[in-house]
């Protein structure tokens, strides 16, 4: 028996999007798939990818070499797999023409992230996030903030060209909900930006000839950057959360993004968690942020501690914080103990309501993986009302770059899709 | 610029899954293509469909026959859009040949709905659920449910004949998370079921030629129903909440239905509002069910009156509170003043996880829909952070019979995505 019809909710619920099938578009979609393919499963054979897509060992020959024209694939070792028949080359992603470039801000940081299509990331550069102390807490004027953050790009892009790298898009982590229809970071609570043009300012900055720009935000890229991790090991559901001053979830549900209707999922530092609790600087009482958020943490500080300030990097805040609690600062020790129950509260809420997987704990969270993981996994399974509803808790293991990564990542799916926007390498003649 | 990378987010997270475009996969494609495009616009010309499709005319006309040998189109009126060119006839839904099946097991009741494909329910029937009062509650028992289920289906699967209905699937809409690998209805925690077989054990009951069964959570199969009217008007993310005993919600995001990786999604009813607040009969304290839940209605009511029997029809019992509130019954009256506020206290919740477009209230909500929707609206308006997360509120158009009008829609499905399967037509020699 069928016991589910996978396929049926997309038709269900939107309007008939899909295209008709013409050659042309057979061509592109089946370049796409064996670029995928290779992404997802590693070098093989022409005889094995034929076997793995179901396309015929001459359609696949010509695409490979299609591909190769681009510099998005080359023939690598023998493969070694069974002993039956001619032995074959192996066909690989060629790591070295096509790279994708993300740019994350986020209250601390400014970080850049240059990763080739095989995975490795090329560059990096972070650099602290400019900012002015006001009455009002720390502000974050826009055009500096503007002027370094295309100033890195322009690094980075001439980086990428250093090293023969063709750049296949930029993609902005922005630290709020984004405007998918326009170029707006819509609502980045802590940098009291609203509405900012973001997207156009860059371009204005970045001048005519620069890869296309993306927008998202950045809780959903960092999701999307842990994402393929897990789904190697079939875990195609997951929530990963940004643990910083405030508190924001990236979903992926069924291997795919949740975004929401206006960009706005995932703001989950604000679900009410206690009508009797602590006031919010949103209004309301009780927001998950305000038990779990990292300002939770600075508060058990000296008022001087060097921790607490925002023009250190967050590495070394980080640092600062992690060699006082091995010391044995008191009320460190006591706030690390009590965080697990506060993170499972509003992580308990996220799993009922979307049965995820994975949990992955990002942020401050995931640097202090070690003291935070298995306390919050054993609360969640004794929360359990089915043992087949388990959720596995990890630390990212991206660190505070994934943001960046997962934009870099999102840039080169641009040409996984649509392998024929790499341009042919240079005939060497 | 290019502000968002829509299609990214599937290929960066589930392993590589397309399948290669061959072309009698081509045609297969195409069929259902323009299936779903008469479903998803109405009828229209083969000149209209060329154009909105992108497919050949020569092709079109000939998918178009494929379609109408199988029943699933005819020619209608001569479409009158414009004057230029020649009238062409239109082609439509054919409604008359082939219908889905939905069943939906409640603490209340047993409904079956039959629908044909022009979406027109042809019947359905509705009895008061096999169960006894025992120390501990009502207890269902398993055996008397199911022979009753199977007997209501071969009922309906009669009636579709009579009516010249060829049945493309049934669909089986469970009180509970269900096992998508195995014919399991996981956790009924109001039936007090716990991995009942029920799909193989309602396959028995009907014997060998019988519809292909599938079987779905009864809240999502309720936001698959609710979900084409709000495609119609380009809203693709949206949350439907049952209220019943229990507090259940069918997520779609993106147009997607969100199951969860075990199917677990949308169990709402748990999630902790309040640490200070009434126990739950889960054992944790202050879960939203306790706030909202049918109970908290039936505990206003005096100890006999008659609106608290689960004997009666879940719908008598329903008009029975209404007759109660409009004679001005205080501490009814009282009820729902107050459960606004309650509903927005975990809708609210689901807001800022899912940031959906609209929430439809269904179940005993939906019942009392004009008491509800407006006070909730405005208390979720007034707890934005931004405008345009604004979320719409509406009461269910289906009634109580929205799991089983899902699980008809959910069977016809199959023959949208693959109208081969659908019988020829007896030819009429």
Same mark, same amino acid.
């Given at each position: 028996?069928?016991?589910?019809?996978?396929?049926?909710?997309?038709?269900?619920?939107?309007?008939?999007?899909?295209?008709?099938?013409?050659?042309?578009?057979?061509?592109?979609?089946?370049?796409?798939?064996?670029?995928?393919?290779?992404?997802?499963?590693?070098?093989?054979?022409?005889?094995?990818?034929?076997?793995?897509?179901?396309?015929?060992?001459?359609?696949?020959?010509?695409?490979?070499?299609?591909?190769?024209?681009?510099?998005?694939?080359?023939?690598?070792?023998?493969?070694?797999?069974?002993?039956?028949?001619?032995?074959?080359?192996?066909?690989?992603?060629?790591?070295?023409?096509?790279?994708?470039?993300?740019?994350?801000?986020?209250?601390?940081?400014?970080?850049?992230?240059?990763?080739?299509?095989?995975?490795?990331?090329?560059?990096?550069?972070?650099?602290?996030?400019?900012?002015?102390?006001?009455?009002?807490? $720390?502000?974050? #004027?826009?055009? &500096?903030? /503007?002027? %370094?953050?295309?100033?890195?790009?322009?690094?980075? =892009? !001439? *980086? +990428?060209?250093?090293?023969?790298?063709?750049?296949?898009?930029?993609?902005?982590?922005?630290?709020?909900?984004?405007?998918?229809?326009?170029?707006?970071?819509?609502?980045?609570?802590?940098?009291?930006?609203?509405?900012?043009?973001?997207?156009?300012?860059?371009?204005? $900055?970045?001048? #005519?000839?620069? &890869?296309? /720009?993306? %927008?998202?935000?950045?809780?959903?890229?960092?999701? =999307? !950057? *842990? +994402?393929?991790?897990?789904?190697?090991?079939?875990?195609?559901?997951?929530?990963?959360?940004?643990?910083?001053?405030?508190?924001?979830?990236?979903?992926?549900?069924?291997?795919?993004?949740?975004?929401?209707?206006?960009?706005?999922?995932?703001?989950?530092?604000?679900?009410?968690?206690? #009508?009797?609790?602590?006031?919010?600087?949103?209004?309301?009482?009780?927001?998950?942020?305000? =038990?779990?958020?990292?300002?939770?943490?600075?508060?058990?500080?000296?008022?001087?501690?060097?921790?607490?300030?925002?023009?250190?990097?967050?590495?070394?805040?980080?640092?600062?914080?992690?060699?006082?609690?091995?010391?044995?600062?008191?009320?460190?020790?006591?706030?690390?103990?009590?965080?697990?129950?506060?993170?499972?509260?509003?992580?308990?809420?996220?799993?009922?309501?979307?049965?995820?997987?994975?949990?992955?704990?990002?942020?401050?969270?995931?640097?202090?993986?070690?003291?935070?993981?298995?306390?919050?996994?054993?609360?969640?399974?004794?929360?359990?009302?089915?043992?087949?509803?388990?959720?596995?808790?990890?630390?990212?293991?991206?660190?505070?770059?994934?943001?960046?990564?997962?934009?870099?990542?999102?840039?080169?799916?641009?040409?996984?899709?649509?392998?024929?926007?790499?341009?042919?390498?240079?005939?060497?003649?």
């Amino acid at each position: 028996m069928c016991s589910c019809a996978a396929a049926y909710d997309e038709a269900m619920t939107s309007q008939s999007s899909a295209s008709p099938v013409g050659h042309a578009a057979m061509r592109s979609a089946n370049l796409s798939l064996l670029l995928r393919h290779l992404h997802a499963h590693g070098g093989r054979s022409r005889a094995t990818l034929s076997q793995e897509t179901g396309l015929s060992k001459a359609a696949v020959t010509t695409l490979v070499g299609d591909l190769a024209e681009r510099g998005l694939v080359q023939e690598g070792e023998v493969e070694r797999r069974g002993r039956v028949g001619r032995p074959g080359t192996e066909v690989h992603l060629d790591p070295r023409h096509v790279a994708g470039l993300g740019l994350e801000l986020n209250v601390d940081y400014l970080a850049v992230s240059l990763r080739d299509l095989g995975g490795t990331v090329r560059a990096t550069t972070s650099v602290p996030m400019p900012g002015a102390d006001g009455d009002h807490g $720390r502000t974050y #004027p826009l055009d &500096p903030v /503007l002027d %370094l953050a295309a100033a890195q790009v322009r690094v980075m =892009l !001439a *980086e +990428a060209e250093a090293q023969g790298l063709w750049v296949a898009g930029i993609t902005v982590a922005a630290p709020g909900p984004v405007d998918y229809e326009g170029a707006a970071v819509r609502f980045a609570s802590n940098l009291g930006w609203e509405g900012v043009p973001l997207g156009e300012e860059l371009e204005a $900055r970045l001048g #005519p000839d620069h &890869p296309p /720009l993306a %927008l998202e935000n950045d809780a959903k890229l960092s999701a =999307l !950057a *842990e +994402a393929p991790r897990l789904a190697r090991r079939g875990i195609h559901d997951l929530v990963y959360l940004t643990g910083d001053l405030g508190v924001g979830a990236g979903i992926i549900a069924g291997g795919r993004l949740v975004r929401g209707w206006s960009g706005f999922s995932g703001e989950v530092g604000h679900i009410g968690l206690d #009508p009797a609790g602590v006031s919010c600087r949103c209004g309301r009482r009780g927001c998950w942020e305000t =038990l779990v958020g990292f300002e939770t943490v600075l508060d058990v500080l000296a008022d001087d501690d060097p921790a607490r300030s925002p023009h250190l990097p967050m590495q070394e805040r980080l640092r600062r914080i992690r060699e006082l609690h091995e010391a044995g600062e008191e009320r460190l020790a006591e706030r690390f103990a009590a965080l697990p129950e506060d993170l499972v509260r509003g992580a308990g809420v996220l799993v009922d309501v979307l049965n995820p997987q994975a949990i992955v704990l990002g942020g401050y969270f995931g640097a202090f993986a070690d003291l935070l993981v298995q306390p919050v996994q054993e609360a969640l399974d004794a929360r359990l009302l089915d043992a087949d509803g388990r959720v596995e808790v990890s630390g990212s293991t991206l660190g505070l770059d994934a943001a960046a990564l997962g934009g870099a990542a999102v840039s080169l799916e641009r040409v996984l899709d649509d392998p024929l926007l790499a341009p042919p390498l240079p005939t060497r003649a």
